[in-house]
């Protein structure tokens, strides 16, 4: 692997394109985080590798040719990876993100390109996000879709009011405080939904839970530790007992994209978009360079068009179920 190129800092949208100006850096840079021990080869890891002096690599006990892309999210892609690094860029250092839309513009692609490299970008997000939650950890619950009254007459669910999963889709929030987020697309918020998401990323000894009055949570304060408050009463913090933390999540990572930048979401991929904004959570506190090199780190895991298309989602619930 060349190491000859040297990368510095980027603080901004200028600095950046500057640092990745020709494709035989971001490949290089590519190697660099990917193969940071040594070139590996993604057929056989125990393998001996030789470089064949055109960009690509040889496998030994294989026989199979390869490079940097295979393995990876970038696998399979038309795209230069200095159109890739853009997208990664403007996805992953804006505040409220980049709809496909404007994306597609900005990288002078396809719509239907662009939408397909914000989701397989936000595959790599899923790969970041932590299986633990310690210490002090706010739950909540939000519902993702309009409100009923505001939509036209030809388009009103009846009997749709409140906790209603007929036109809305619920998610449940997990935050430490100080900490890492992690959120969960559930099919309802009732107990039987939303124990298992909890006792998977809650760890049982070293946490205390911090959630509201709703019923969802009657199951898991026989086990957890507890404060509980009562908003129905207009009681929102006793001491350190409150659920500020996540609401704000709510609030500012969540909401405020969804309606300013991506004005519509589907039920199907919006666990992605979630995952989306707790990276986003999880690396308020990072530098932008920090923030890219993340997302290349855990390029590993590829989202082909058929699973995104063809309904990955049941898939992925019953990956959820037997974990």
Same mark, same amino acid.
């Given at each position: 692997?060349?190491?000859?190129?040297?990368?510095?800092?980027?603080?901004?949208?200028?600095?950046?394109?500057?640092?990745?100006?020709?494709?035989?850096?971001?490949?290089?840079?590519?190697?660099?985080?990917?193969?940071?021990?040594?070139?590996?080869?993604?057929?056989?890891?125990?393998?001996? +590798?030789?470089?064949? $002096?055109?960009?690509?690599?040889?496998?030994? /006990?294989?026989?199979?040719?390869? /490079?940097?892309?295979?393995?990876?999210?970038?696998?399979?892609?038309?795209?230069?990876?200095?159109?890739?690094?853009?997208?990664?860029?403007? &996805?992953?250092?804006?505040?409220?993100?980049?709809?496909?839309?404007?994306?597609?513009?900005?990288?002078?692609? @396809?719509?239907?390109? @662009?939408?397909?490299?914000?989701?397989?970008?936000?595959? @790599?997000?899923?790969?970041?996000?932590?299986?633990?939650?310690?210490?002090?950890?706010? &739950?909540?619950?939000?519902?993702?879709?309009?409100?009923?009254?505001?939509?036209?007459?030809?388009?009103?669910?009846?009997?749709?009011?409140?906790?209603?999963?007929?036109?809305?889709?619920?998610? &449940?929030?997990? +935050?430490?405080?100080?900490?890492?987020?992690?959120?969960?697309?559930?099919?309802?918020?009732?107990?039987?939904?939303?124990?298992?998401? %909890?006792?998977? @990323?809650?760890?049982?000894?070293?946490?205390?839970?911090? %959630?509201?009055?709703?019923?969802?949570?009657?199951? +898991?304060?026989?086990?957890?530790?507890?404060?509980? %408050?009562?908003?129905?009463? $207009?009681?929102?913090? %006793?001491?350190?007992?409150?659920?500020?933390?996540?609401?704000?999540?709510?609030?500012?990572?969540?909401?405020?994209?969804?309606?300013?930048?991506?004005?519509?979401?589907?039920?199907?991929?919006?666990?992605?978009?979630?995952?989306?904004?707790?990276?986003?959570?999880?690396?308020?506190?990072?530098?932008?360079?920090?923030?890219?090199?993340?997302?290349?780190?855990?390029?590993?895991?590829?989202?082909?068009?058929?699973? &995104?298309?063809?309904?990955?989602?049941?898939?992925?619930?019953?990956?959820?179920?037997?974990?």
């Amino acid at each position: 692997m060349a190491t000859g190129l040297k990368f510095g800092k980027f603080n901004s949208v200028f600095e950046f394109i500057n640092l990745f100006n020709t494709e035989k850096k971001c490949i290089r840079y590519l190697e660099k985080e990917l193969w940071a021990d040594g070139v590996v080869s993604p057929y056989d890891p125990t393998s001996k +590798v030789y470089h064949r $002096g055109d960009g690509m690599y040889r496998c030994k /006990n294989t026989g199979k040719n390869f /490079n940097v892309r295979i393995g990876t999210m970038f696998e399979g892609t038309k795209l230069p990876l200095r159109k890739w690094f853009m997208a990664i860029y403007y &996805l992953t250092c804006h505040s409220k993100g980049m709809s496909a839309l404007q994306l597609s513009k900005e990288l002078n692609v @396809a719509y239907k390109t @662009a939408w397909f490299l914000c989701h397989r970008i936000r595959t @790599a997000y899923s790969e970041s996000i932590p299986k633990k939650l310690y210490g002090e950890v706010e &739950l909540d619950e939000t519902f993702v879709g309009g409100k009923n009254k505001n939509r036209h007459k030809n388009k009103k669910v009846p009997k749709s009011q409140g906790r209603c999963h007929k036109d809305k889709t619920p998610v &449940l929030g997990m +935050v430490e405080r100080g900490g890492n987020i992690i959120c969960k697309v559930v099919e309802t918020t009732s107990s039987k939904h939303l124990t298992p998401h %909890i006792l998977r @990323a809650v760890h049982l000894k070293k946490s205390t839970l911090m %959630i509201d009055e709703w019923c969802g949570y009657d199951r +898991v304060k026989r086990w957890y530790s507890f404060k509980q %408050i009562d908003h129905s009463k $207009g009681i929102y913090g %006793i001491g350190d007992a409150y659920t500020n933390t996540i609401e704000g999540f709510w609030s500012n990572y969540c909401k405020r994209p969804i309606h300013s930048t991506y004005n519509s979401v589907s039920r199907k991929h919006l666990q992605r978009y979630f995952d989306e904004f707790c990276f986003r959570y999880n690396h308020r506190k990072v530098s932008l360079e920090q923030r890219f090199m993340s997302v290349i780190r855990y390029a590993h895991k590829r989202l082909t068009y058929r699973e &995104l298309v063809n309904g990955s989602q049941k898939k992925t619930q019953q990956q959820a179920k037997a974990a």
